[in-house]
Nanobody
């Protein structure tokens, strides 16, 4: 089973930037898509961004133009987050999807506050 490890979370002021990294224990090209999801306190987990094995990307409307998903080599996926807002505060999870199966990392906390 693939292991996904997120890093790069932290506390940032509104308008600031962070980059999250997801390191996979096997090639990300073994999966149909990689993605980032987030879960704010008291809310359901929601999709942030995905990238398919072919390189197509998809973003939640709330992050379009501010967040960018990318990959590096066969084992790394990034989420570049710019112009962060307090509403972006959440635990961010890396996801690997293969057909009907989903695999999750342990999550990285992002807090946006002045």
């Amino acid at each position: 089973q693939v292991q996904l490890v997120e890093s790069g979370g932290g506390l940032v002021q509104p308008g600031g930037s962070l980059r999250l990294s997801c390191a996979a224990s096997e090639s990300i090209f073994n999966f149909n898509a990689m993605g980032w999801y987030r879960q704010a306190s008291g809310k359901q987990r929601e999709l942030v961004a995905t990238i398919t094995v072919g390189g197509s990307t998809n973003y939640a409307d709330s992050v379009k133009g501010r967040f960018t998903i990318s990959r590096e080599g066969a084992n790394l996926v990034y989420l570049e987050m710019n112009n962060l807002e307090p509403e972006d505060t959440a635990v961010y999870y890396c996801n690997a999807r293969l057909m009907s199966k989903s695999y999750w990392g342990q999550g990285a906390q992002v807090a946006v506050s002045s």
